[in-house]
């Protein structure tokens, strides 16, 4: 019992993990609490839920979805962040969480506020150990989340691409300085962080069946709460954060209550940001963040 | 005044108390996402004292908004050691627990809802909110309100001129989830009825949007986002279900033509640069 919850922690652990990543792409690099990623992240599930319906296969339908999420994340660059460079930091907060609402009110007008049923794609297919009941979309789902991830701490710590990101995090006139071409950096995390969250949001929708239009709200802000608990601007961090967050969340869930979710898990985030600010596997901040 | 006027008004009333309590500590740089969280603090706490112990409205209300006063101070200090978007996020924690708490706690109803007996007409709610826009006027002239400034604009320097920089933020946030709470309670006795789900993060959240969208740079900022948050898709409501997203549309379009927000200091030097031109 307790194992089998262990896994259950995990496997929703890696959807937080993907969207932690995409929020420490946004803020460790861009210095922006994107609001918008939980929108995006909704948007994945009930795009490819819509493609789907219309009668795409799924694969198909995921990347359209993947695509249209990256389009809608370089709107959000050019409208929400690239007019408040060097203004107040948390303006651009206003309009991603514009981008936000206005997403959910998009999908609420095209599919309605019910919760819609996704399609089962892989029908009562489970791995069995020893009492363990591990279904193969979710652990297709963890293999595939750590696997993303894994290639992105290997390009941001070996590449070219992954220096020139490190550059901007460390300090953005320096990077300007060297040579870095930022106007054209920037648009490609956003692309990067969308297609995370997004991905995150189709994932979720295959392991649990269910999309709505508000889908992205609850789990978004679980994804931020697990970027600082790993620590923020750290990838490695956000997985450990992620999985920490998501069974946190089941096992209190099956030993408590429903309801004491919220109270386990950003009481965590609470206890974390008084005793150890910089997250569980984060530097010390140099500077002033937001 | 009919009925829908009047209920439209007394939600403006509610929102301009939330955007205040958003306000001061933004005055000081710190941005607090936890702000339902206090004003669940102010609404369970005087429901509790009129219900429970029968403690008149004008007692229980004050001692509501004190207790969330108070739990900012206490908070504040462990909390305040931590900066910018660490902090946002130490107080949008706090608001999730807070509201969680109350989910959970069955002396006030737990998860099903807390119904509040004593009754506070649309007249007190008016009476208050336009206290505390008074009181936060008053507190933009003094030198609370200048010091407050000074260690948004750079706390070094402020520190170094014997601001008591960290004294100031403590009293920001302490203040405003006083405030917070004094409009949680006040929301209690006018809808009868409170229930934890309705303190969430998304009320938090918007209440800052209306703050940043007014704009933070004067004292009449929030007052005229709070106004424009609550009129405005009233006004929409004729397109029905396309409201919000109209809505959201042209509030990304807004920032993204004036970032500062909606009330500008540079907007009231203009008016006084013509005001004396004028006369002479």
Known sequence: ?290 | MSGYLTGVLVVLAFNVMAAYAVYLPLAAGQLNLGIAGFMAIGAYGSAFLTNEYMWPMWAAVPVGALAAGLTGLLIGLPVLRTHGIYFAMATFALGQVISAVFLNLEVVGGAAGYPVTDYAGPNVVFAAAAGVVLLMLYISRTRFALELTAVKSDPTVADLLGVPVRGMKVAAFALGAMVAGFGGALYAHHYNFVEAQHFNVLLSVFTVLYVLFGGTQTVWGPLVGAAFFTLVPELLRASDQWRYAVFAVFIIVFMAIRPQGLVTAALFRQFRRRAPEASS
């Open chain 1, 1 to 290: 019992m307790v194992a089998q919850q262990i896994v259950n922690g995990l496997m929703l652990g890696a959807i937080y993990m993907l969207v932690a990543v995409a929020f420490t792409l946004a803020i460790g690099v861009l210095n922006f609490l994107n609001f918008s990623l939980p929108g995006l992240f909704m948007a994945g599930g009930m795009l490819a839920f819509g493609l789907m319906k219309a009668g795409w296969p799924f694969l198909l339908a995921a990347a359209g979805a993947l695509a249209a999420a990256a389009f809608i994340s370089l709107l959000v660059e050019r409208f929400a962040y690239r007019p408040m460079q060097g203004g107040d930091p948390e303006v651009p907060l206003v309009s991603s969480l514009g981008f936000l609402v206005l997403l959910e009110n998009l999908m609420l007008v095209q599919f309605g506020s019910d919760q819609q049923a996704f399609p089962a794609l892989l029908p009562d297919l489970n791995l069995r150990i020893g009492g363990l009941v591990i279904g193969y979309a979710q652990l297709a789902s963890l293999v595939l989340s750590l696997g993303i991830v894994a290639a992105l701490s290997f390009v941001l710590a070996k590449t070219a691409a992954g220096r020139r990101i490190r550059t901007v995090a460390e300090s953005r006139e320096t990077a300007l300085l060297m040579g870095i071409d930022i106007a054209r950096l920037v648009p490609q995390l956003f692309v990067a962080s969308a297609a995370l969250a997004a991905l995150a949001g189709i994932l979720f929708a295959v392991n649990y069946q269910q999309v709505s239009p508000f889908m992205g709200e609850g789990v978004g802000f679980k994804g931020v709460a697990a970027m600082i608990v790993g620590g923020m601007g750290s990838i490695w961090g956000a997985v450990l954060g992620g999985l920490l967050i998501g069974l946190a969340e089941v096992v209190s869930i099956s030993f408590i209550g429903a309801d004491v979710v919220n109270i386990t898990v950003y009481g965590l985030l609470l206890l974390i940001l008084i005793v150890r600010p910089q997250g569980l596997m984060g530097r010390a901040p140099s500077r002033e963040k937001l």
